[in-house]
């Protein structure tokens, strides 16, 4: 999926998007946007959009031979150490360590930014300050080994003040304590006076890295006086009611950071800048906070529009919840989905705190799927993913919405539970602990059980609930582990920057002769690899299709005249380099070899049937269940597939029926598969579609079926459909909110896959003496006839029980004038004590009952206690008492109750203790 800004305003719409086009806009789009930003000026009384301020950013670098990028996604690509993109450089870091050559020295982009998790979070400042958000857009300028302080900081003035008009004498800048070069390009160059100029630390000045690893170096920040009225006496050190407001830092990446610590130089040091789009516009719309601008303000008068609370009475419910909005309507349209760790967590926790800030405002119902309506109709001009995701972002707001409802309900049970318990025991301060295992297990808000305690007569220890919650916080840094993905090792970014693309001939051939051009082993570049070795071997060119998109990689063997080999797979441990996973049968292959590559044909014939399987199943799904259906993953191997598609409720058997009877019939029509590459827009505009959360290049591969599949993909497919012979789906299930996995097989494993269903429907029918066509009907009886029985044998253990054969009776104990019965009953559950209980209360007219039991390794407790008796001792206290001596707990009546255990040994020494207890609670 093609995510980043719109060119359609610094483009004309029929000129296609490429980095030469970039380069080459007219004219006039850079004279039409310093005439604005002159007019803005001269009048005044027009402040500047956002959307004014990102083109002509991005126009001014574009003037200055900087190649207009896409933004990267929130998800960053091949980076185990970041947890989102949360500046502008990520996509950029291999090119400034040399790891991968620089396909152009200069770059410009407006990147979307998620700090809300990992190491750069600033979630708990959001709505607090003037500034802080967890997503925003970073506008930046990037050199890689071009140029330097020098231009950076020269275009920089110039845009601040030139182009988006910015007084010099507000503008002060701050260089790093050490950085004398870039405090004399200030001060001599650029002329800004000394007083203007202040020296930081490190921890203010020196940038870097966007995780564990990769370029950082000095800064120098630019920042906005707002003027002595808001703080006579602050300074840029010093700074309590936000004066100077930091709005572009200009980083000097030059070195490269190590997880030992060292910082050896770059390769190619460069120039790496962010500039705050919301922050610009607060200052040059001349408003208090980031929040006033006009890219948000539309989202705070929609949620104002839900309830009868005005944003000025109560602002940082409005704030949190028109950012977090923006967060998760990005990170859903990225395809990241509500879950239970990593960054589904994180989109999660955004979703509860957003709906908890709604609840200060009255919104007690699902109302953030209506906000999102606004952040679309705002920003989907910029990042189309957003409109091409509406319907799942909608969706999956509102189911969550939906859990949290029942979560917060589940909560409310919990805290009446402990509010009892501390009334009983006197305690007056909620226990900051339980509090947090509220928080942390079920997401529910320390503000709102804060306000439940007052209610109840009790304060809350939020002393203990901050410490229970950095506890965690540490153990979360401690077991993070980054994005989730492998590192890449550095040989094979060394390889390709050596050796460049493997070129990739499988989409028409199965074999070829090649050339070995590198060898790894154990993560090091050998020459060779001997008999009884495994390594991964890089061809010249190869018919071997890589591991991606959800399709496996190929198999096969090498054949060379000095040796043999299996290849077990193929990976892309780097974008366009090949890696063939094998292990040497005969002989040796060394460096130079010749090899004789063969594709393993029937298990990538195998494959292309699965793959091609899923995308008439996407086409069948939109068709049955709506045009919602979009796909969020897959696997495609020669045994199976399984595709994952954004829907909200579980499918029915017959509606299933339906899909598969379709997919069967766009098979049969044994339709040509045809392959075409065209710009990603002419793509998208003949309604082409993309994997959920995908990037794409500039020119994509389109695989369509006249009529019924026309998608995004790069992977191998049939000729025509009726090669896939037959599809039959095995199973559907839900894998997370609002996404949905079929699992299906084609071609000989689904024949196979029929012919053990038939096995086995014939073993069973064999088993229980019917025929096949019988078998319904023949099992329809036999669970009639288990009921009857099972009714029958309850109804004997009880009359076994309760009969004569047992001298009950004769066990009947005096505690303080009062009759108590306390026994062990063999193999009986619940239902069955209850049942005896009443019988032996009843018998014994005034007293105490109490019987245990030992089912199924499991202990049932049950006690009961006459009318007349309740005043003096209650069964739910009895019980409570007894239960924990079997590992168990319970509750119940004052007449009578009930209670489980786990620890059956135990049962005797319980039953024993029994008239203890009631002698004790005996009033």
Known sequence: MRTGYSHSQIQPENEQVSKQCLRCRPWWIFGRILFQSFFFYIYGDDPVKSDDIR??????????????????LLVPKNDPTLLFTSAGMVQFK??????VPVPYRRATTAQKCLRAGGKANDLDEVGKTSRHMTFFEMMGNFSFGDYFKQEAIQWAWEYVTQVIKFKPEQVW?????EDDEAYGIWEKEIGIPTSRIVRLGAKDNFWGPAGDTGACGPCSELLFDRGESIDPDATPENDPKERFIEFWNLVFPQYDQQLDGSRPTLKNRGIDTGMGLERVAALTQGVETVFDTDGIVPLIEATQALTKVHYADNPVPFRVIADHIRALSFMIADGILPANDGRGYVERRLLRRAARFGRELGLEKPFLHQICHTVIDRMGHQYPE???????????IHTEEERFAGTLARGMELLDVLFGKMQKDGIKVTPGEELFKLYDTFGFPLDLATDMAIDHGFSVDREGFEAAMERQREQARGAWTGSGQQSVAAVYRSLHDKLGDTNFVGYETRECNATIIGIVRDEAAVKELMEGEEGDVILDVTPFYAESGGQVGDTGVFDAVGGNAHVTNTTKPVSGLHAHCVKVNRGVLRVGDTVDARVDGALRQSTENHHTATHLLQAALQNVLGSHVHQAGSFVAPDRLRFDFTHFEAIGAERLQDIERLVNSYIRCDAPVQINFKPIEEARAAGAMALFGEKYADVVRVVSVPGISLELC??????????????????ESSVSSGVRRLEAVCGEPCVEALQARERQLMQTAHLLSAKPDDLQERVQALLEENKRLTRDVEKWKRAAATGASVDYMSQVREVKGVKVLAVAVDDQDAAGLRALMDH????????????????????????????DLTSRVKAGDIVKNVAPMVGGGGGGRPDMAQAGGKDVEKLPEAIAAACGVVEKLMK
Do not use: M, N, W
């Open 55 to 72: 083109t002509s950013y991005l126009e001014f670098f574009r003037q200055h031979g900087h190649v207009v990028e896409r933004s990267d």
């Open 94 to 99: 291999p090119y400034y360590t040399g790891e």
């Open 173 to 177: 800048v701050s260089v790093y304590t």
């Open 386 to 396: 957003l409109i091409e995701g509406q319907v799942q972002i909608e969706k999956i």
């Open 714 to 731: 790069g992977g191998t497919h049939t000729k025509t459909t009726g090669v896939i012979g037959y599809c039959k789906i095995l199973s």
């Open 840 to 867: 032996l209360r009843d018998k014994l007219g005034s007293g105490v009952v109490v019987l245990g039991s030992a089912v199924e390794d499991k202990v049932a407790l049950c006690v009961g206690v006459t009318k």
